[in-house]
């Protein structure tokens, strides 16, 4: 059973730091690329970083780069995404998705890609 799981999500003020995270399970991890989408209050969910199995390669939004930092750890079968200097703008419910590594042509903003997904953790920024 496939399971992908995140965690870390919480209040923070802006400027501040918070590290989530997303526990997969239920099929071979490292063979997977890894992405982080976001759904804003009242918006379409958007694509925030992507990061390849092996982990040598990575794409950003433009509204977070040199903010924010995709990393995987495949001994843990863990996907984590470190949010520093955080906007108001940066709240919505974040999730996390895997799609298989022979989809790494493949445009990684386009959530039908994806085979599998998280349910999402809340992350707030306050002002």
């Known amino acids: 059973q496939v399971q992908l799981v995140e965690s870390g999500g919480g209040s923070v003020q802006a400027g501040g730091s918070l590290r989530i995270s997303c526990a997969a399970s239920?099929?071979?991890?490292?063979?997977?690329?890894m992405g982080w989408f976001r759904r804003p209050p009242g918006k379409e969910r958007e694509g925030v970083a992507h990061?390849?199995?092996?982990?040598?390669?990575?794409y950003y939004a433009d509204s977070v780069k040199d903010r924010f930092t995709i990393s995987r750890d495949n001994a843990k079968n863990t996907l984590y995404l470190q949010m520093n200097n955080l906007k108001p703008e940066d709240t919505a419910m974040y999730f996390c998705?895997?799609?298989?590594?022979?989809?790494?042509?493949?445009?990684?903003?386009?959530?039908?890609?994806?085979?599998?997904w998280g349910q999402g953790t809340q992350v707030t920024v306050s002002s």
């Open positions: 990061i390849y199995g092996g982990g040598d390669r990575t």
């Open positions: 998705a895997a799609r298989h590594h022979s989809r790494d042509s493949w445009v990684w903003t386009w959530q039908g890609s994806y085979n599998y």
């Open positions: 239920g099929f071979t991890y490292s063979t997977y690329s």
